[in-house]
């Protein structure tokens, strides 16, 4: 008499998960395990097989038995089982216990940072620092972001017409000492004052590393342009070289002036706080 099914499979199956469970919880022998764990699912394999052929008259009689009714709800329990499956995949193996115990968390903004209290010395001592800076600033630094635009618009007519434009070249070059004598004193102001820390910060000249060096093109390509290019060569000939040059002058004065205008902005907050307390 033939072994039912379920006594067929028992023992390979039974072998199979002590040896899936012996390789999940001993690592060092995982090796070994798979084999017996791999082996015994074959085993249940064939069994399964054997027992199909072996009853397959039985079956048979069986399956004619099945209506269409059946085979639309084994196909609908199929599909909502691959749905489930999919939203279980989907989660993370932490979320699918856990979700029902763990409230949402609330993203809250970030505090801003206290003001800082200063002592009456501190004050003392900053707030002149803080007015030299803003001197500057609003001095020399001012009339370069003043002065920058009229350079850029007026180079066409001091190279056509000198004569009407004696004091281009020289108003230019004074520009530039001027641009270049100003970084050179904010670096002087703030290695004068680096122990106030908060002022030497926002005095970073972070822009000029590119800001100057794009405004000099201007200045090169236009000693080019008005020295060594014949008076009635082509207009192209003078557009040619200095558009590139105005565009460059033109970006590096914008970042300067970007600079400028919050680091005079930074140092009134400064001075506001202080005063303030």
Same mark, same amino acid.
């Not at 932490?94 to 993203?107: F, Y």
């Given at each position: 008499? #033939?072994?039912?099914?379920?006594?067929?499979?028992?023992?390979?199956?039974?072998?199979?998960? %002590?040896? *899936?469970?012996?390789?999940?919880?001993?690592?060092?022998?995982?090796?070994?395990?798979?084999?017996?764990?791999?082996?015994?699912?074959?085993?249940?394999?064939?069994? @399964?097989?054997?027992?199909?052929?072996?009853?397959?008259?039985?079956?048979?009689?069986? /399956?004619?038995?099945?209506?269409?009714?059946?085979?639309?709800?084994?196909?609908?329990? @199929? %599909?909502?089982?691959?749905?489930?499956?999919?939203?279980?995949?989907?989660?993370?193996?932490?979320?699918?216990?856990?979700? *029902?115990?763990?409230?949402?968390?609330?993203?809250? $903004?970030?505090?801003?940072?206290? #003001?800082?209290?200063?002592?009456?010395?501190?004050?003392?001592?900053?707030?002149?620092? @803080?007015? &030299?800076?803003?001197?500057?600033?609003?001095?020399?630094?001012?009339? @370069?972001?003043?002065?920058?635009?009229?350079?850029?618009?007026?180079?066409? =007519?001091?190279?056509?017409?000198?004569? =009407? =434009?004696?004091?281009?070249?020289?108003?230019?070059?004074?520009?530039?000492?001027?641009?270049?004598?100003? *970084?050179?004193?904010? &670096?002087? /102001?703030?290695?004068?004052?680096?122990?106030?820390?908060?002022?030497?910060?926002?005095?970073?000249?972070?822009?000029? =590393?590119?800001?100057?060096?794009?405004?000099?093109?201007?200045?090169?390509?236009?000693?080019?342009?008005?020295?060594?290019?014949? $008076?009635? %060569?082509?207009? $192209?000939?003078?557009?040619?070289?200095?558009?590139? *040059?105005?565009?460059?002058?033109?970006?590096?004065?914008?970042?300067?002036?970007?600079?400028?205008?919050?680091?005079?902005?930074?140092?009134?907050? /400064? $001075?506001?706080?202080?005063?303030? #307390?």
């Amino acid at each position: 008499m #033939q072994a039912s099914l379920a006594s067929r499979l028992s023992s390979p199956f039974g072998i199979a998960l %002590a040896g *899936a469970g012996v390789r999940y919880s001993a690592p060092d022998y995982q090796i070994y395990f798979e084999w017996v764990f791999y082996a015994a699912i074959a085993w249940g394999a064939f069994q @399964i097989l054997h027992w199909v052929w072996t009853s397959r008259a039985t079956i048979w009689s069986n /399956l004619r038995m099945i209506e269409p009714l059946h085979v639309i709800v084994l196909g609908l329990a @199929i %599909a909502v089982g691959g749905v489930v499956w999919q939203q279980v995949r989907s989660k993370p193996p932490h979320s699918v216990g856990d979700a *029902a115990q763990t409230p949402p968390q609330v993203v809250s $903004e970030p505090e801003k940072p206290k #003001q800082r209290r200063y002592t009456v010395y501190e004050r003392e001592q900053k707030l002149p620092v @803080i007015n &030299e800076f803003r001197d500057f600033l609003e001095g020399p630094m001012q009339k @370069i972001v003043d002065d920058g635009p009229r350079y850029v618009s007026n180079w066409w =007519n001091a190279i056509k017409d000198p004569k =009407n =434009n004696q004091t281009y070249n020289g108003d230019l070059n004074a520009f530039f000492e001027n641009l270049n004598t100003s *970084a050179d004193r904010i &670096e002087e /102001l703030r290695k004068k004052h680096h122990r106030h820390e908060e002022i030497y910060t926002v005095t970073n000249p972070s822009y000029w =590393n590119s800001a100057v060096p794009k405004m000099n093109v201007f200045r090169v390509n236009y000693g080019v342009a008005f020295n060594s290019i014949k $008076e009635d %060569a082509p207009a $192209e000939s003078f557009h040619v070289l200095m558009n590139p *040059a105005r565009d460059s002058f033109e970006q590096g004065l914008n970042e300067f002036t970007a600079w400028r205008n919050r680091t005079l902005g930074d140092l009134r907050d /400064l $001075e506001r706080d202080m005063s303030s #307390q």
